[in-house]
């Protein structure tokens, strides 16, 4: 079985999140992975194209990799093991484009959702149709 959590800009330091994905990991032996949308930094991105302002080149890939880090800290520590590792995908892009690649691609078997629920992503996960648990 493949779990994904998706989380969100706002929730990317979301422990209950990974708290309940080491759950679901070791109650279904699953295999488990984070995805990361960071739609305020695509958001920024987009904004300074059309301003004709553009953005330092590394702030995009710099955005990631602390995302990353901080979700691989959290790991750990909801682990209990320094050495505990996980697949982490950030990327930046608006989250329906990016399930719908992330799903089409990776094929969950479950998504755990690590972010606040809003009509959008009610929607979202009616068109995936993935069996999907919210964590508030």
């Known amino acids: 079985m493949k779990i994904t959590l998706v989380l969100t800009d706002s929730s990317a330091e979301c422990r209950k999140a990974l708290e309940w994905l080491a759950k679901y990991e070791d109650m279904f032996s699953a295999e488990v992975d984070v995805f990361v949308i ?17 953005l ?3 702030t995009v890939k710099n955005a990631k990799d602390r995302t990353k880090d901080r979700i691989k800290n959290l790991w750990r520590h909801v682990k209990g093991d320094d050495e505990a590792s996980i697949n982490i995908e950030a990327v930046a892009g608006e989250i329906k484009e ?10 969950p ?3 755990l959702w ?3 629920p809003t009509p959008d992503l009610c ?10 648990l919210i964590i508030k």
Do not use: H
């Open 56 to 58: 330092p080149p590394d």
């Open 123 to 132: 929607r979202v996960i009616d068109e995936i149709d993935i069996p999907s």
């Open 109 to 111: 078997d479950m998504i």
């Open 114 to 116: 690590g972010c606040q």
């Open 98 to 107: 990016e399930i719908l690649r992330f799903t089409r691609e990776r094929k």
């Open 38 to 54: 960071l739609e305020d930094i695509y958001r920024l991105e987009s904004a300074s194209v059309s301003l004709g302002v553009p």
